[in-house]
């Protein structure tokens, strides 16, 4: 039968008959207690779960704003006369296949082929339901806007110093921490 160390964990200097059970749960116990306190400070801080509160938010407000554009903006504008409806079908043959039947219904038809083609449809989809998604996005956050008086759209302004862009009611670069109402040009020119 396997024998425990004389030294168990926690024993320091005792000998193994010093040693209970009894103490070994405790010190079990004990580690175990520290161990969940630490892993609570660390993933149940006030910041850990907005920002997962936040990220579960933004994938339901990006499947919303997806089916808006998908199933409401999209067939609405499939109807204009130069945007057909299977727009991610569009495609151009730049070598025929082995049978050089032309032209070809889809894509995968003339893939099967073993004709070389550029789907530029595909491109065109996606570009345009990106745009299509960005206004509604921005449609969205100035209505909130204006319905709750807080704005979400924030004007920005470049840093005359380091060029990067900070907030337009920023008194001080958070980048290179220069005065942007100009004290330290002020300060430079009383100076000279």
């Known amino acids: 039968m396997p024998r425990l160390d004389d030294r168990a964990p926690g024993s320091g200097s005792r000998s193994g008959s010093d040693y209970s059970f009894h103490d070994l749960e405790r010190d079990v116990t004990t580690r175990w207690a520290s161990a969940w306190d630490s892993f609570s400070n660390f ?3 006030d910041n850990v779960l907005e920002v997962a509160v936040g990220l579960i938010l933004a994938a339901a407000f990006s499947a919303v704003a997806n089916s808006l554009v998908t199933d409401i903006i999209l067939p609405i504008i499939s109807l204009l006369p130069f945007i057909d409806k299977n727009l991610n ?6 070598r025929r296949g082995q049978t ?5 219904n889809t894509i995968q038809q003339a893939l099967d082929d073993g004709a070389i083609v550029w789907p530029y449809g595909s491109f065109l989809d996606k570009v345009l339901r990106f745009l299509l998604i960005a206004l509604a996005l921005f449609t969205i956050a100035k209505t909130y806007s204006w319905a709750a008086g807080d704005n979400i759209v924030k004007k920005q302004v470049k840093c005359k110093y380091c060029r990067k862009y900070i907030s337009d009611k920023a008194k001080r670069c958070v980048n290179c921490t220069t005065w942007q109402d100009g004290r330290e040009e002020k300060s430079v020119t009383t100076a000279t």
């Not at 079908?89 to 730049?94: M, P």
């Not at 050089?100 to 070809?104: A, D, L």
């Open 43 to 45: 993933a149940l801080r």
């Open 89 to 94: 079908q569009k495609f151009v043959t730049l």
């Open 100 to 104: 050089k039947k032309i032209p070809y």
